[in-house]
């Protein structure tokens, strides 16, 4: 059964970069069958997509993050990374990472979900 | 882009049938699958419905899910409630360039 963990600072000052890796257990992440997202929720708020990568290091982004978001894989350490640069109070939020089927198109399964909160 | 709109909130009784709408507001809800996601308190999302109306094992079949090419939007239907469907739910697409949309999320009170 595959597992999803991320991992990564709680605390990001405003204007640095954010920075978080998944960890994926119990499955390869090199699967051609499956992308690797990222899915954020500022708290009390709903789910925004905002990317995912290919094991070949293909990458979809949400356009509104595009500018300021990079997703890259590590396929030796099974894992996956977010960074996100030039933050401010408005990227706060719970951080999740997700495996994506690709011909089903849905979302399973999450990890727990990290929060990040940026503040100075 | 297009948005998914969702009501804010819906409460219904324990063993009643609450439906959960989401309105596609550009191009045609039957583009792309629709997902349905349940959050509850402190949660990560799981899936109640995949592909419009396919249910994860595991999901009871009280949970189905529809699409409605004349309102253009999907319902989450949920019948006999129970205290343990309270959770927030979302809806899910993408868009012609594979990029996740997401729904505002739906608060399912069972009182």
């Known amino acids: 059964q595959v597992q999803l963990q991320e991992s990564g600072p709680g605390l990001v000052k405003p204007s640095q970069t954010l920075s978080l890796t998944c960890t994926v257990s119990?499955?390869?992440?090199?699967?051609?069958?499956?992308?690797w997202s990222w899915i954020r929720q500022p708290p009390g708020k709903g789910l925004e997509w905002i990317g995912y990568i290919y094991y070949s290091g293909s990458t979809y982004y949400n356009p509104s993050l595009k500018s300021r978001v990079t997703i890259s894989v590590d396929t030796s350490k099974n894992q996956f990374s977010l960074k996100l640069s030039s933050v401010t109070a408005a990227d706060t939020a719970v951080y999740y990472c997700?495996?994506?089927?690709?011909?089903?198109?849905?979302?399973?399964?999450w990890g727990q979900g990290t929060l990040v909160t940026v503040s100075s | 882009n297009f948005m998914l709109t969702q009501p804010h909130s819906v409460s219904e009784s324990p063993g009643k049938t609450v439906t959960i709408s989401c309105t596609r507001s550009?191009?045609?809800?039957?583009?792309?699958?629709v997902q349905w996601y349940q959050q509850r308190p402190g949660g990560s999302p799981t899936t109640v419905i995949y592909?419009?109306?396919?249910?994860p094992s595991g999901v009871p079949d009280r949970f189905s899910g529809s699409i409605d090419s004349s309102s253009n939007s999907a319902s989450l239907t949920v019948s006999g409630l129970k205290t343990e469907d309270e959770a927030d739910y979302y809806c899910?697409?993408?868009?012609?360039?594979?990029?996740?949309?997401f729904g505002g999320g739906t608060k399912l009170t069972v009182l």
């Open positions: 592909e419009d109306n396919l249910r």
């Open positions: 550009s191009g045609s809800i039957a583009s792309n699958y």
């Open positions: 899910q697409s993408y868009d012609s360039r594979n990029h996740g949309v």
């Open positions: 119990g499955g390869s992440i090199t699967s051609s069958d499956y992308y």
């Open positions: 997700a495996r994506e089927e690709i011909t089903i198109k849905r979302f399973d399964p």
